[in-house]
């Protein structure tokens, strides 16, 4: 991975846009390229393009879309964009918080009409920090499918998907300007190909054990839930050409993957009212903050290990998800039909987990000031027949990266542009701030579709040499 001068070098084919990286952010950026009237290349290092996309639920906030307009939910982008900043405890890029709120639901509805993704507002449970009901979702409730949609839209409109080829050297001017790439072949050969625009579309680091170790130390040894092949290539090859980064220690965790099944459990069971224990059958810490953070504390327990725990009424909630049926089959969730019987399942202590259910109850019916700062529903009391999954914390994705503005153009540490760099997705710095307990769900696949299509019209019309107007 590195940067070489280009002087001299002669490229076997020249593309006005080029994509590296083949997830929601690539695809969406070519497919608005190529709407701005740009020819578009994407080049993938896998030969079937999956990334950490198709790794996702597929759920995406939007404020203010006809989606939500259907279902009678009441939204916008101001209210989308102060509870992005809530959740980063405002450390979050201000700027690019509004630009992405902004974009969002214009994105989901673009999305829906170019690429037929059939999106729907999941309308039966909120995760925290989002003040309204915005998460759109596939019917299939899976990153798989919203992966299938893309490729199949990218496709369709004629644009060049080059698999199997891996993104090695950029070839760049002294002022930045990228002029192209090598792609390295599996077979050793290597094609050269210039670029009048490069869009960097190739997430984060968290398949690079080395930059986590570095940026992340406390997610150093815990198990990566994402794809392997985000090697953090944008934010070294971004440095190399004098680009800003930001907030490098951020990152989307999440406490609740079955061990050791390594699926994941959605945080709806979480929302809707269960809890976590450690293996001494008592609550470590408050839930309700979201899942990011709490995937820490999971780690910090013996073992590295929790039992979230809920009931029927959540399981059927939790069952949308296709995730959660294939936990269900592979054994991983524990049914009972007392406390007894659950101590029994889990082989938790039953003293404690009875005492740690009578406590919850005491905090829900007020009768008890709840210590660690969650606040219980009294209408979402556990009750049987009740349900545990053995869960460990994992790191889903790095949410630092390169710094860019509100058109996806990479930023150099002045704040000016580099001249046709683009970034979106994982490659670029997120919404998150430096924690993980800035990570508000969704933060990652909005800013994959939002800065991959901003990304896409700017680099389309800079290469056509046209005015950038407001996308949104
Ligand atoms: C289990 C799980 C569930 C999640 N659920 C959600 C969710 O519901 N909602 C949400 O908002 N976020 C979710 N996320 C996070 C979300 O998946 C990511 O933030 C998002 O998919 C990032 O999209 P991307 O296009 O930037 O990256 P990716 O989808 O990872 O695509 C990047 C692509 O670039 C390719 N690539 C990398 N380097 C190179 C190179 N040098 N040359 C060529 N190709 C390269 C990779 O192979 C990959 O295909 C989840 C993550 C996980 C792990």
Not at 85 to 102: C, E, F, G, H, I
Not at 210 to 237: K, Q
Request: charged share 20%; aromatic share 6%; hydrophobic share 45%.
């Amino acid at each position: 991975m590195s940067v070489q001068p280009a002087e001299g070098i002669v490229f076997d084919a020249t593309v006005p846009v080029l994509v590296i990286g083949a997830g929601a952010c690539g695809l969406t950026a070519a497919l608005a390229a190529h709407a701005a009237g740009a020819e578009v290349v994407v080049t993938e290092r896998d030969p079937l393009p999956q990334g950490n996309t198709a790794l996702s639920a597929g759920l995406v906030p939007a404020a203010g879309t006809r989606f939500q307009r259907a279902k009678g939910i009441d939204d916008d982008a101001a209210r989308f964009a102060a509870d992005l900043t809530a959740k980063a405890r405002n450390r979050a890029d201000p700027a690019l918080v509004q630009a992405v709120a902004q974009a969002a639901a214009p994105t989901i509805e673009w999305l829906a009409d170019a690429a037929g993704i059939p999106f729907e507002v999941l309308d039966d449970f909120v995760y925290p920090g989002h003040s309204a009901l915005r998460m759109h979702a596939l019917p299939e409730r899976t990153g798989e499918a919203l992966m299938g949609h893309l490729l199949q839209a990218a496709e369709g409109v004629g644009t060049t998907l080059m698999t199997g080829a891996r993104a090695a050297t950029l070839y760049a001017d002294a002022d930045g300007r990228v002029a192209g790439v090598d792609l390295a072949r599996p077979d050793g050969a290597v094609d050269r190909v210039g670029c009048g625009a490069l869009i960097l579309a190739s997430n984060g680091y968290g398949g690079n054990a080395e930059m986590v170790r570095a940026h992340i130390p406390d997610m150093a040894d815990a198990l990566y839930f994402g794809h392997e092949g985000n090697r953090g290539d944008a934010v070294v090859w971004g440095r190399a050409l004098g680009a800003a980064v930001r907030d490098m220690s951020g990152y989307q965790g999440h406490a609740s993957v079955a061990h050791p099944h390594g699926i994941l459990i959605t945080w709806a069971v979480i929302t809707e009212g269960g809890i976590q224990v450690n293996a001494d059958g008592r609550r470590f810490a408050d839930e309700s903050r979201g899942y990011s953070e709490q995937a820490v504390d999971v780690l910090a327990q013996p073992g590295g290990i929790a039992w979230t725990i809920f009931d029927g009424r959540i399981a059927d909630v939790a069952r949308q998800f296709e995730d959660f049926r294939k936990a269900e089959a592979a054994g991983a969730v524990k049914h009972a039909g007392s406390l007894e019987g659950l101590a029994e399942a889990t082989g938790l202590p039953p003293a404690a987990l009875a005492e740690t259910m009578r406590q919850v109850t005491t905090y829900a019916d007020g009768s008890v000031l709840e210590p660690l700062g969650r606040r219980f529903d009294p209408r979402s009391v556990l009750l049987p027949p009740y349900l545990a999954v053995k869960v460990t914390g994992a790191l889903f994705h790095t949410q630092g990266g390169l710094a860019v503005d509100g058109r996806a153009r990479v930023l150099r540490p002045d704040g000016t542009a580099l001249p046709n760099l683009y970034a979106g997705g994982g490659a670029a710095c997120g919404l998150s701030g430096p924690e993980a307990a800035g990570y508000l769900s969704g933060n990652g696949l909005v800013t994959a579709v939002v800065l991959g299509r901003l990304g896409g019209l700017d680099a389309a019309r800079s290469t056509q040499g046209r005015g950038v107007g407001d996308a949104a």
